[in-house]
């Protein structure tokens, strides 16, 4: 995905013009996998909830009325439990990047801290499922599996912080909070680095003052990454054959 070079201060002056999401009009960069899911998202909503996840793929052999598991139990669970430790191995490379890449405590300056891990885990997962939006109902369900795997996480996470009590609203805050970073780095992807640069600032760093440098750091590191996708096969991408490059 091509992308000019960001300047630390106009980036900084369009992230500060950049007005909350609301559609996207147009995009000023050439048409990519990354960008026809984007547009699929803002056509039709994309993302399910997890209790509305269908296991059924245009290319698994397996019929839309779920008999197959009835008739192929065997078959049907080994393809199944091979769609839930693919989700899961993509999900822990997404949730695990603040640790593997020290750069992004360093250089971009993210605190370490339970928001901080949730909004940059929430960051990758949008990287690697916009890709995913351009390979049909496969794409779908892989999706899906990462994005289930992120709330049992999530649950998980937030007991071992000592969270005992209403965490069911904890939990739906934070599904809020995950489709409204979707939407806005969505916009931001198909508007230009302005407008992403808002989005990041207001998802991963919240309200708490920022240089441009560290901003621009940010946003060069997810062009980079979205571009490769864009240039990943969709075989490597559903096998979660695919890592983040550091």
């Known amino acids: 995905m091509a992308s000019r070079k960001l300047s630390c201060g106009t980036l900084l002056v369009e992230a500060l013009a950049a007005r909350p999401p609301r559609s996207v009009i147009s995009s000023v960069y050439r048409v990519t996998p990354c960008m026809q899911g984007v547009n699929k998202y803002l056509q039709k909503t994309f993302f399910t909830s997890p209790q509305n996840y269908s296991s059924n793929s245009e290319n698994s052999g397996f019929s839309s009325d779920g008999l197959s598991k009835y008739f192929s139990p065997v078959k049907y669970m080994k393809w199944r439990m091979g769609k839930i430790d693919t989700g899961r191995n993509v999900y822990e490379m997404c949730s695990t990047q603040y640790d593997k890449q020290p ?30 939006r351009a390979e049909g109902q496969s794409g779908k369900e892989m999706n899906q599996e990462i994005v289930d795997h992120l709330w049992l996480d999530v649950e998980i996470q937030l007991a071992k912080a000592g969270v005992r009590f209403k965490i069911d609203s904890t939990v739906q805050g934070l599904l809020s909070g995950y489709y409204g970073q979707i939407l806005a780095y969505d916009e931001g992807l198909a508007r230009g680095d302005g407008v992403l640069a808002a989005a990041i600032w207001r998802n991963v760093y919240g309200p708490r003052p920022i240089n441009a440098s560290q901003l621009a750091s940010l946003v060069s590191y997810v062009r980079q990454q979205l571009s490769t996708l864009d240039h990943t096969p969709a075989s490597d991408l559903l096998s979660g054959k695919f890592s983040f490059q550091i």
């Open 103 to 132: 750069w992004l405590s360093q250089d971009a300056k993210l605190e370490s801290n339970f928001q901080a891990w949730f909004s940059l885990t929430v960051l990758h997962i949008w990287m690697y499922g916009v890709r995913l």
